[in-house]
DNA sequence: TTTTTCGAGACGACTGGTCATTTTTTATTA
DNA sequence: TAATAAAAAATGACCAGTCGTCTCGAAAAA
C-alpha cells in the first residue's frame, strides 16, 4: 500500500508547499516571509524545519510542486488519441492564456521568477529549476517530435531545439505580459512559433 | 552651460545609481539592503532619502540607468554607416552574448529580473520598466524597419511585431542561461530569430 | 566690510518590526 | 522507559524608514 492514509506530517508538507507555490509566485522569495507561509496554514515554525531543513531547500521542493501539474496538464493533452499533437499542444498553451487572463497577469510563472531573483546564488534552487525545466522541455520535445512524424511541423529542424525555443520564448513572454498587463504577448508567441516559425 | 561642474550631489546620485544597477541585478530587490549599496558608496543613509525619497523610487530611477548604455550602444551600432542594419543588430547581440560569457552568466539582466520579482507588486517600478522596455524595443524595431528597406529582413511581418518577438525571446534565454550556465540558449535566440525566422 | 541671522541640505543614531534559524521544552510512539 | 517527532520560545541579525541635530553658505543687518 503505497499511500493508504497520509501521516500529519505529509499533510502539513503538502500544505506548506501548496501555500508555498502561491506566495513565492507573487511575492518571489525574498519578498515572501516564513512566518507568512506559516500562518497562512497554521504550521508552527519549529514544525517547518523539522520537515524542510530551511527556506532555500523549501522553494527547491516548490518548484517541483508547482510544475508538476503543468506537466500533466500538458501530457493529458498529447495523450488525448483524437486530435493531432501540434494541435494539442495549441490547445494546451492556449488554456494557460486562458488562465492567465482571469488572473490579471499576475504571477506568471514560478519558474522563471525563482530564475531571475536567485537562479544564480542559490545552488540548491537552480538545480532543482534545471530539473523542472527539462521535465517541461522534454515533454513539449516529445510533443513537437510526434506533429513532425504526422507532418505538421518542419523536420529540417530539431523537436529539441524548437522545445528550447518555446519554453525560452514562454518565459520571456510571461515578463512582458506582467508590466504591460496584457495578453498580446502571449498571443504573438503562439502565433509566431506555433503558427508559423514551427509549420512545416 | 548645461552642467560645468556637478554638484556633490549629482556625483552621489550618481554612485548610487551605479551601484544599484550592480547589486539589484545580481541580488535582486528584496535581496539587497539599503545599507549594502550605501556602505558601498560610503553615502549617508539620510542622503538616500533626500535625493530619492524610498527604495522604490531608487529602483525606478536605476531602471533608467541600466537601459541607457544599451541603447547607447545598439543605437551606435546602427548608425555605422558602413554595414547593413541586420548586421548591425546581430553584432550587437553578439557583443552582449561576449559580456554575458565574460562575466559567468550570473546577473542576466535587471529588466527582467525586476519584471518578474516586483513587476505586478511595485506599481512605479512597473512603470518604470515598461518604459525601459519600449524604448529598447522601439530601436530594435526601427533596425530592423532599416534592414527591411535595405531587403535582408521579411516584410510580410511588421517590424514592431519582430522587436517584440526579439525583446521577449531574449528575456527567456537570458533566464534559461542562468539556470544552464551556457550561451547555447543566446546563441540559438539569435539564429533562430535573426538567421532564419525574420530573414527574407 | 563685518557681524548676525536663518534655512535648506546633510547626517546617522534610532525605531518598531521582521528575518531565518536554533535551542529548549513538550508530546507521541515504539 | 527510551527514542523520536513536534511545537514553542528564544536568538541575534537585519530591514526600510524617520527624526532631531548639525553644518554651512547666503542673505540681512549693523
Known amino acids: 500500500m503505497p499511500q493508504p492514509k497520509p501521516t ?105 521568477n525563482l530564475m531571475g531573483e536567485i537562479g544564480d546564488t542559490s545552488e540548491v534552487v537552480r538545480a532543482s529549476l534545471q530539473q523542472a525545466v527539462n521535465q517541461y522541455r522534454d515533454l513539449l520535445q516529445a510533443g513537437l517530435a510526434k506533429a513532425q512524424q504526422e507532418g505538421t511541423v518542419r523536420t529540417d529542424k530539431s523537436a529539441g531545439e524548437m522545445a528550447d525555443l518555446l519554453v525560452n520564448t514562454w518565459q520571456g513572454v510571461l515578463l512582458r505580459m506582467k508590466i504591460d498587463k496584457s495578453s498580446v504577448p502571449l498571443k504573438q508567441c503562439c502565433t509566431n512559433l506555433l503558427d508559423e516559425y514551427f509549420r512545416n
Open 8 to 112: 500529519q506530517k505529509q499533510i502539513n508538507k503538502e500544505n506548506l508547499l501548496s501555500q508555498g507555490v502561491t506566495l513565492l509566485t507573487h511575492k518571489g522569495y525574498h519578498g515572501t516571509g516564513l512566518k507568512e507561509i506559516l500562518d497562512a496554514v497554521q504550521i508552527p515554525k519549529g514544525s517547518f524545519y523539522n520537515y524542510f531543513g530551511s527556506k532555500e531547500n523549501f522553494a527547491a521542493e516548490v518548484t517541483q510542486h508547482y510544475i508538476a501539474p503543468f506537466i500533466k496538464q500538458l501530457d493529458a493533452h498529447l495523450q488525448n488519441p483524437d486530435g493531432d499533437a501540434l494541435g494539442a499542444i495549441k490547445r494546451y498553451f492556449g488554456e494557460l492564456i486562458n488562465e492567465l487572463e482571469q488572473t490579471d497577469f499576475k504571477g506568471g510563472c514560478l519558474l522563471g
